[in-house]
């Protein structure tokens, strides 16, 4: 079940890499046009895309970069200067740094908090707490990203001057700094992802706790954190965790406006300030990272759904 898996989640990173190709590729505009600038005799122009190999064939392209990748070479940057070379796997992989490190710091305070108020939910079931948190998600879930930035933006940063309205950190700021720089972005982000996966835990326990064994256990006089934690939760994982999974991925490719919105200096924001000077490498690198990751999860999220589903994992 793994292996075929695996192997299908290569073949969709195998055509999400040629739809990723062709589709950079098409970009508008010309980057040794935008280098050389518009005046550039046409001679100049073309030797400077021989120079860069711009002038092969898409195809020839297309294998050299996936072989590349693969290999762990990510190529040179079209900004590069004659002797001088910028790779892009260093262009990248401080963004890259960066954006585990914003989502690994939120998953932290997000799947512990939504699972939480997911199960508190499903618990006190139609109270005042249960509509509060509902409407809060609903609104959560029906806003977009960078409105809840903003918002957070204007209030937090602007009028009270709580927080500072970019994220730029950096190497060696102390860790108090650090913290006053990641409260934005990873309050954005948090309230994006706690309303899935909140939404998802209090479905899946409502419906676990109307089980016989659920009522079983409660006439043996079991307490309801028994019945929760030892019961309802471990039966209910299966959707929880797969909800959790792919909000992970989200966090991971999800991130280009949150980084745009506060300057972070991640791998979204990289590729953004990539796509506006043409560096076709490296919009190429991140928007294939951006896709494997998601794949990635996206897999690790089946095979724990089918581990976990005796239905799933033995089917007749």
Known sequence: MIISRLFLGSLTLAAVSMIIFSTVSMLPGNFATAILGQSAAPETVAAFESHLGLDQPATTRYFKWVGGFLHGDLGESLSSNPGEPRFVADIVSSGLRNTLLLAGVTALIAVPLSIALG????????????????????????????????????????????????????????????????????????????????????????????????????CKGASPARVILRHALPNAWAPIANVVAVNLAYLVVGVVVVETVFVYPGIGHTMVDAVRSRDIPVVQACALIFASAYILLNLLADIIAISTNPKLLHPR
């Open 119 to 218: 199960v508190l939910s499903a618990l006190y079931r139609g109270t005042t707490f249960d509509r509060l948190v509902n409407g809060v998600s609903l609104t959560t879930i029906s806003v977009p990203e960078f409105f809840i930035a903003y918002i957070l933006l204007i209030f937090l940063a602007v009028r009270l001057r709580w927080l500072p309205t970019l994220s730029n950190v950096s190497d060696g700021m102390s860790f108090v700094e650090w913290v006053r720089l990641m409260i934005l972005p990873v309050s954005t982000l948090t309230l994006g992802i706690v309303a899935h996966i909140m939404r998802m835990t209090r479905s899946a326990i409502i419906g676990v706790l109307s089980r016989p064994y659920i009522h079983m256990a409660k």
